[in-house]
């Protein structure tokens, strides 16, 4: 059952506003606005344009938006099954503290296991404690020994070129 | 143009078996066998069936199946693009040093440029250092200060049924 007042619901073109917004406060909390290159037409087009790229939901606190969550299908070979990526999760900073997070995580656990999704796996930055707190007291567990590698903008023009 | 023997192509259904093959002896390079539990029918119907979660391509080296990549598309808030993930590159360790790994790496840098992604990523473990290397050599860059965190079977039921 929701809590009182809040409520979840599939994101629709009417909230690219909205969802660039929200990107954006993210991306200062997490101090990374100078990476945030997208526009609302941008959004318009790839996520809700004829191959949507990833999918979202927005949480609704006494009848705004509150939060959103974004996210894609991943796959392990290991488990031969997909895995559910979440890209994006945040909740306003006026609205934390009435389970509004929590409430988004469950939801991608069920859309998983819905979808016959082997995990359910996202990316925390190494210094934000409070989320790897609220992370770990919900079972999630840290990946070590792993290390994502990164090829972008001409980096990623010359690699393609140099077959 | 192809090096001399290579042959890059889509995976098709046919190749379910031989996809497997390579997983398990991934697998087996990195020290995880215990972690696969996929096997050809899952494969078949995750890789192949109405929805593909993933795509694959094989490399063939003097007509013979010599390593694969297999990816699906990520997505970044921040570019309000699609990313494209390789979640597992591998060749033949009898058949190392042909660039038969370069060549994948470059045809799907080609593949995340024509369909307008922004980064190209995949994930390499810390002891791996040969892989580390080469892909350093690329121009690839590493990812630090994220950890990715996982929730998967039970504790996935779990958090699932909490909400």
Redesign the interface.
Known sequence: ?NAPGLNLRIATVEDVGTI?TF?KE??EYEK?SH?????EE??RK?LFGDRP??EVIIAEFGGAPAGFA?F???????????GL?L??LYVSPKLRGHGIG??L???L??I??ER?C??????????NESA?RF?EN???????????????GD??????K??
Chains 1, 2 share one sequence.
């Open positions: 059952m660039l990107i993210l991306a990374l990476q945030v290159v997208g526009d941008q959004l790839t790229a990833a974004l894609f299908h991943s796959y392990s070979t290991f488990l031969a099954r997909p990526y890209e994006d929590k409430k995580l469950c939801r656990a069920e998983a296991i016959g082997g995990r359910f796996e996202w990316s925390v930055l190494d210094w790897i992370y919900l079972g999630a567990e840290p990946m070590e020994g792993w290390t994502v590698y990164r090829v972008a980096t990623l023009e010359k690699l393609a140099s077959e």
